[in-house]
């Protein structure tokens, strides 16, 4: 057995269609059968969410409590983004926790101990990012180590950086060095934008979900396209019904991470949807030597999607030490397993196999969402980490067969 091996066995499914060969078309019933299991995941929360309003009635529903869990889970999907990002490229990333929680470190230890101006703490803190993700890729993409081993490797010496420039322990903010009081704002749930900001982004995140769908170009409508826009209408309608249409409590709870969180998703659509790097990252994913018979430089897209996700994984790792004040030993450690989950459950929520960026927003929100539906419920908070695990295995699982359907 070698350490070294193929990528093939371990890298992460292809994320697009490769180049296309002669076959007959698909079936329009079967194009439909497809549509509507991309939907299914997102029906399959949704009821299991009215369930929850059903059984826990307003200890659920309550705006607040969701979007303050949506809140402190800002950390997590960021993490969840900086995964899926090198999903997108046919890799995997096991470093990203790795890297938010010594950036975690340095935003108030640079700060508190080296007296740096914060403006330097934070630019520090991206810089570190960038070089996690030039070095990972350069391991994976000119050295081709296998991206598993590889990042596994770097994500346990970046751990080991952390620990010891912390000395193990853990480092709370005082003094004439303490935080600026923006910064601890920032990680205050009561801290919110105004509502017409909150509107605005929202509207351009559900334009990106429209476009996902096919559906800001009538004309090209096909059935199967227009299955999977009726869908979406339902699901919208049943939300609104879940939570009875109380849509200004849940718009005017979104503090300015959460708000973050949506511009962050809507820049990293625009990248992967609307440029060129975006498509030839896909393409480079997908099928790495098609894409160099194109034309297409493999190696600096892959090189790309590290960087960028390496610098989302640093953004984590500040805002995760604004929203705790303080910071211990590994702090984003645990946060590894349901980012994974929801980056996975992107390939089946509205899409067939293929990695999105709002699908691992919403994927994140559902996980985050039924774990605490079950702790209200009594569930023990250590049940936690089972939860995560089963629905990343369920949401790998569903991504295998829809995988399979395609072929």
């Not at 995760?320 to 980012?339: C, E, H, K, N, R």
């Not at 629905?391 to 699982?397: T, Y």
Request: proline share 5%; aromatic share 8%.
């Amino acid at each position: 057995m070698t350490l070294f091996a193929d990528d093939a066995a371990t890298e992460p499914p292809s994320t697009a269609p490769s180049v296309p060969l002669a076959r007959p078309a698909p079936s329009r019933t079967l194009a439909q059968s497809r549509a509507f299991g991309s939907s299914l995941t997102f029906l399959a929360f949704l009821a299991i969410f009215a369930g929850y309003s059903v059984w826990l009635g307003d200890r659920f529903l309550d705006p607040g409590a969701r979007l303050l869990n949506l809140h402190q889970n800002v950390p997590v999907l960021l993490i969840a983004l900086a995964a899926m990002i090198t999903l997108v490229a046919g890799k995997f990333d096991l470093s990203v926790s790795s890297t938010a929680s010594l950036t975690a470190y340095l935003a108030i230890g640079l700060r508190t101990e080296q007296g740096l101006p914060f403006w330097a703490v934070l630019v520090a803190c991206l810089a570190v990012g960038v070089a996690v993700g030039l070095v990972n890729g350069f391991l994976v993409e000119y050295l081709s180590i296998n991206a598993f081993i590889a990042t596994l490797g770097s994500g346990g010496v970046i751990l080991g950086i952390s620990s010891v420039y912390s000395g193990g322990g853990p480092l709370i903010p005082s003094g004439p060095r303490a935080v600026p009081g923006w910064f601890d704002a920032l990680g205050s749930f009561a801290s919110r934008p105004p509502a017409a900001v909150v509107w605005a982004i929202a509207a351009v995140a559900c334009a990106a979900l429209v476009r996902l769908l096919g559906a800001v170009v009538p004309s090209r409508w096909d059935r199967t396209r227009s299955l999977a826009a009726r869908t979406v209408a339902v699901a919208a309608a049943a939300a609104l019904v879940v939570v009875g249409l109380d849509v200004p409590s849940w718009s005017g709870g979104v503090s300015w991470l959460t708000f973050l969180l949506l511009v962050v998703a809507t820049a990293m659509w625009v990248l992967l949807e609307l440029t060129a790097f975006g498509r030839g990252l896909k393409a480079s994913g997908a099928n790495p030597e098609a894409a160099r018979l194109a034309g297409i430089h493999t190696r600096r897209h892959v090189l790309g999607a590290f960087v960028l996700g390496g610098v989302l994984a640093a953004l984590a790792g500040v805002i995760l030490a604004a929203t705790q004040g303080s910071v211990a030993p590994d702090l984003a450690g645990a946060f590894l397993l349901p980012a994974f989950a929801a980056a996975f459950l992107s390939t089946v929520v509205f899409s067939a196999g293929a990695f999105t960026v709002w699908g691992t927003v919403i994927g994140g929100v559902f996980v985050v969402w039924v774990g605490q539906g079950l702790i209200v419920g009594g569930l023990p908070n250590t049940w936690t980490d089972i939860v995560n695990g089963a629905v990343l295995l369920i949401a790998v699982s569903l991504s295998t067969v829809v995988r399979i359907a395609r072929r």
